[in-house]
């Protein structure tokens, strides 16, 4: 507890970057970050909060892992490439080795993804941490939520589903070998797909990231695009994990309404979208799931088929402030 | 209790900005902001919490004004002119109140500046509120903390002090007509002297902000700089509010060692500072207060002298985990 404000930044947060348009990083009032002629800067924040998105329990390591991965996961969604970050961190106290692995976390995925940290702040506060991080994508195009038509094909990027799967094995305790530490991986360390949304960028219609859960994500983008979807539960992609564990039904409403996949969901035009898929240097699956239709009401964007009749799941996506939910 | 996330963003802060470079606002994964050819993008993060910077019963305009004023004296301690900015609000529960006291504040001070809110993360946690400014300062030169000189001569603009006596104000709910009003409205509105800064530019050979502590802050710039300093404390503004509502030691406790000023300190050559300053179209006072001096230890870095002799006060300035130390 004898570590100052300082130190803390000294110690753990200010590592030399080895990217050489960051002209002033930590240390000054301000960081100064070179600009790129013919590229747009693209912005995303989140905050994570233990309690409310971790369980206080949860290994330092995985929680400064995630605080950059769900940012990531938002530059992906943007086809863009990640360039540098901003760490504000509320902590009750200066445990040096919670923050030991919270930076061990943090900087492996940035590490790997080339992202500097260029500036912080870390106050006295509950444990409350926010990344922004930017990137940059060529001028001619990036990827946004609001393009989809009606015969657009909707396809998402690995097993929605699973993540959420994890967090109720961490939750419930639910012992199962290999499948529970699978799962709990998939929770615990979500990929940032930025070289899908990279191959995308021109090709995809419409593409966002799913973190609410898949089916409250898609009513999103067909709000953003002014159309409805068809999803066909039928041909959501399965988990062998997934169904070692929990019930086909329980299953189902992981994939449809649990939060924190950190997939990719987009939509390709009918014609193009084979030759667009082939071309893909996929590095996980992408399934198609469903069809872009003419606009609905609002309250009826998305309708979901199983076995080709219309289907309806219990459970919504996941709102911080929507009456009667838990955070 | 109804306001949803969504509805909270679409009531309270997703605005319309006059901003041309804002090319993909609030909405979307992530904002896209167009680059500036010749121009460099400056960064700061600050946050702030409810116990910590600001008392329960604080009025939610004066938060969300100080929220992004803070971030504003970084910006303009570099020299820079903001641009946009993004918002994360950890929020206990969707008081309506509330948010839209604190969106009034904070667009107050944007719109005055012309900072867009370009992107944002509202989730359910303790009240902590973290702001990200980005501005832009041409490529040939901004301001920081290193480039200070011996012989430089320091200035410092406003009054240094006022604020924390104003803090005080509110703390022992002093009643003091208006001199306890003006100081009172010093520690709640600080002006970024934004200005100031963008004079400053290519002619201070440093400059920071102070918002720890007059004292502690020239440190850290005689740190940053591999200076010492001299400190004439009888050479420091005084303010007539606070003299009439404190004795003459703790005015000068407050100047030297209270936080949350957001003036500039900046030093300039002596043989240039008299024609510097005198073509300054400044809107506050800017005071000469000491010398840069030739390099000291780390724990001696700045002297302070009154009546012509060595001076020490008690205490430091403010860091957040120093033991010992109370938020």
């Known amino acids: 507890m004898s570590l100052g404000e300082f130190d803390i930044i000294a110690r753990y947060?200010?590592?030399?970057?080895?990217?050489?348009?960051?002209?002033?990083?930590?240390?000054?009032?301000?960081?100064?970050?070179?600009?790129?002629?013919?590229?747009?800067?693209?912005?995303?924040?989140d905050t994570i909060v233990e309690g409310v998105h971790f369980l206080a329990n949860i290994d330092p390591v995985d929680i400064g892992y995630r605080a950059l991965a769900v940012n990531l996961s938002d530059v992906a969604a943007m086809g863009a490439e990640p360039a540098w970050m901003t760490l504000s961190l509320s902590l009750p106290r200066a445990n040096e080795q919670w923050l030991d692995g919270f930076a061990r976390g943090l900087f492996e995925l940035a590490n790997e993804y080339n992202v500097a940290l260029v500036g912080g702040d870390t106050v006295r506060g509950p444990l409350v941490i926010t990344v922004q991080i930017a990137g940059w994508v060529e001028a001619d195009a990036w990827l946004a939520r609001s393009g989809a038509k009606p015969g657009d094909l909707i396809f998402v990027s690995g097993i929605p589903g699973e993540a959420a799967a994890g967090l109720a094995v961490i939750q419930r305790r639910i012992l199962g070998g290999e499948s529970a530490a699978f799962l709990t991986h998939r929770f615990l360390r979500p990929r940032p797909r930025i070289e899908l949304g990279r191959q995308l960028r021109t090709v995809a219609t419409a593409a966002m990231d799913v973190s609410d859960g898949l089916l409250t994500d898609l009513k999103k983008l067909c709000a953003a695009s002014g159309c409805g979807a068809q999803l066909n539960v039928d041909l959501l992609p399965e988990s062998a994990a997934m169904r070692e564990l929990f019930e086909v039904d329980d299953c189902l409403q992981y994939a449809l309404s649990g939060g924190d996949d950190y997939e990719l969901l987009f939509t390709l035009p009918p014609d193009q979208a084979l030759a667009v898929l082939s071309k893909l240097q996929l590095q996980q699956r992408v399934t198609q799931i469903g069809v872009i239709t003419a606009p609905t009401s609002d309250d009826a964007r998305v309708q979901c088929l199983r076995n080709g009749r219309p289907f309806r799941i219990e459970r919504g996506g996941y709102d911080h402030f929507a009456a009667g939910k838990q955070g």
């Open 13 to 45: 947060f200010a590592r030399k970057s080895a990217r050489s348009d960051v002209l002033l990083g930590i240390g000054d009032d301000a960081a100064v970050v070179d600009s790129h002629a013919g590229r747009k800067l693209v912005v995303a924040v």
